[in-house]
C-alpha cells in the first residue's frame, strides 16, 4: 500500500510540562509505536509541523506535534519570562512521560530546547535527534530578521491578506498560496477584530537581569560536546541563520552526526521544502531502529 493511501488517525491532546504548564499536542499515528516529538521554532505553532507529522506516522512512527509554551493553544509562560531552561525542562517532562525513549525533531528554538534537554537530562532522554536549521553557532543577521519579522506583527493585523503580504515579504523565494485561509491555524484574534500571531508578546520582551535571554554559546557548545545519541543537522541551503560554516563547525563538535543541506529551503526548511526536509528526516530516523 502506498504511503498516501495510508489513513493517519489525529488525537489532540494536553501534555503536562514543567512548572505546572500544559503544552498543546497533535498526536498522529498509533500509540504503541516508536515516538517522535516535534518542537516548532520561536513564533510558530504546531501547524507547522502537520504535513511532517502525517509522513512519519505513515512510516510507522508516533508522531507528537506540540506548541511550545506561549505559542499556539498552550499555555502561557506564568512568569512571562520564557527563559531557554523552561522550554528545555518542557522537554524533558514530555520525553519522560512516554512509555519509549522518542525521537526528538526540533527547529531553532524547539531545537535549542532538545539538544538542552539531552545536556540536561542525559543521552539516554533520547533515541536520536534531528536539529533543523539551527547549531551552536547563528548569523547575527538572519536572527535580526527574524525578531524584526516578529516584531513588526506586534500591533494586529486588519485583515488575512495583510497576514499573507508579512509572510510574502519574510519569505519571497516560496510561492504566495492561493487560498491564504491556512493562515488562521497561526493567528488569534483579538477584541477588535485585528489578528495576531499565535504567540504570548511576552516571549519578545527583554529580560534585564540577563544578557541573552534564551542561550549562550558556551552552554550550546558544551552540549553539542556531550552527544552521543544518532543526531542529524538539517540546514536550509538558503538559510540566513545557519550558514555553512556554522553548520562545520557543529559537525566538528558532534563527528558522529549526518548532515542533509536541502535545496530550495531558508530558515523554515519544513515549510519551504518539506517533501525534501520530511525524506531527509525519514531516512535518517531509519537508521535508529
Known sequence: MALSEIEVEVEHKRLPASGDVSLAA????????????????????????????????????????????????????????????????????????????????????????????IHEAGNSLARALVLVDI????????????????RGGQDGFASLEEVADAVAAYNPHRPRPKDISGLEKNLRMDEGGRYHWHWDPDFLAVDPDTENKFVTSD???EAARSLTVPTLLVRGKMSDLLSEDGARTFLEQVPHAEFADVSGAGHMVAGDRNDLFSQAVLDFLETTR
Open 26 to 117: 497533535d498526536c498522529f499515528g498509533d500509540p504503541s509505536a516508536r515516538p517522535a516529538l516535534l518542537f516548532h521554532g520561536g513564533g510558530q505553532t504546531r501547524h507547522s509541523w502537520s504535513r511532517t507529522a502525517e509522513r512519519l506516522a505513515e512510516s510507522g512512527w508516533y508522531a507528537i506535534n506540540i506548541d511550545l509554551r506561549g505559542h499556539g493553544q498552550s499555555d502561557w509562560d506564568p512568569s512571562g519570562a520564557y527563559h531557554h531552561e523552561s522550554f528545555r525542562d518542557d522537554v524533558i517532562a514530555i520525553a519522560h512521560g512516554l512509555d519509549q525513549t522518542p525521537a526528538l525533531i526540533g527547529a531553532s528554538l524547539g531545537g535549542i530546547a532538545s539538544l538542552l534537554a
Open 135 to 150: 547549531a551552536t553557532r547563528m548569523e547575527e543577521t538572519g536572527s535580526n530578521r527574524i525578531m524584526e519579522f516578529m
Open 219 to 221: 552552554s550550546l557548545d
